[in-house]
């Protein structure tokens, strides 16, 4: 199967599961949303050749806790803290992904990040209740996740850096659309923005290999 074959059943499937979600077809949202997911592993194994193995390997482990975060949150609300925990992993793992063989850090960059995030957070304070600290400590590890995707472009410059750069500031974007409907907000087009763009970023990652 060819890259473009992989990245149009991709499209295909989160297509659906969006589909399933506006039209509450629970099983349809419960098979595509994971099945997208799956097929982005496949393509990130499949076309992951003359790149850092560490790099790979770490984003693939992202990918797998991606998976298992994604399950819970299609689950009823009290699965939500399983599934935010799941996700900290995997950004946990970006993390150490996005750092591998940068040498300069550019901290300068790492105000407007913070700023952009602390004003979400800020948004959301009031209905946190006893996830304040939880959602912080989420907060900042999604906030170095963005810096050092920046980081990393800024010390290649090439394609592969790129899509990193683009897969961790698309992350920032679903997150933030996440957390607006779940804590503060519900509107009817947060779950194509959350998905569009969460879809969007693992699938760029993926071709970041």
């Known amino acids: 199967m060819n890259l473009l074959t992989i990245i149009i059943l991709i499209g ?10 506006y039209a509450k077809q629970r099983y349809i949202h419960y098979v595509f949303k994971p099945l997208t997911m799956i097929l982005i592993i496949y393509l990130a194994i499949a076309s992951g050749v003359n790149v850092n193995n560490s790099y790979k390997y770490l984003i693939l ?39 591998q063989n940068v040498e300069t850090y550019y901290y300068i960059i790492l105000i407007p990040v913070l700023i952009y995030t602390t004003i979400i957070y800020r948004l959301l304070y009031d209905k946190l209740n006893k996830l304040r600290i939880p959602v912080l400590f989420y907060v900042i590890i999604i906030s170095i996740m963005g810096w050092l995707a920046v980081n990393r472009y800024l010390n290649f410059q090439d394609v592969k850096s790129l899509c990193t750069l683009m897969g961790g500031s698309l992350f920032l974007v679903s997150d933030s659309v996440l957390a607006i409907n779940r804590f503060k907000k519900q509107f009817k087009s947060s779950e ?18």
């Open 61 to 99: 482990s992202a990918f797998i806790f991606s998976l298992i975060g994604d399950i819970f949150l299609m689950l009823p609300n009290h699965k939500l803290i399983k599934g935010l925990f799941f996700f900290l992993i995997a950004h946990i793992l970006y993390v150490f992904a996005f750092i």
């Open 192 to 209: 194509i923005m959350i998905l569009g763009t969460y879809f969007s970023a693992q699938l760029i990652l993926a071709l970041s290999i």
């Open 12 to 21: 295909l499937s989160a297509i659906f599961t969006i589909f399933g979600k």
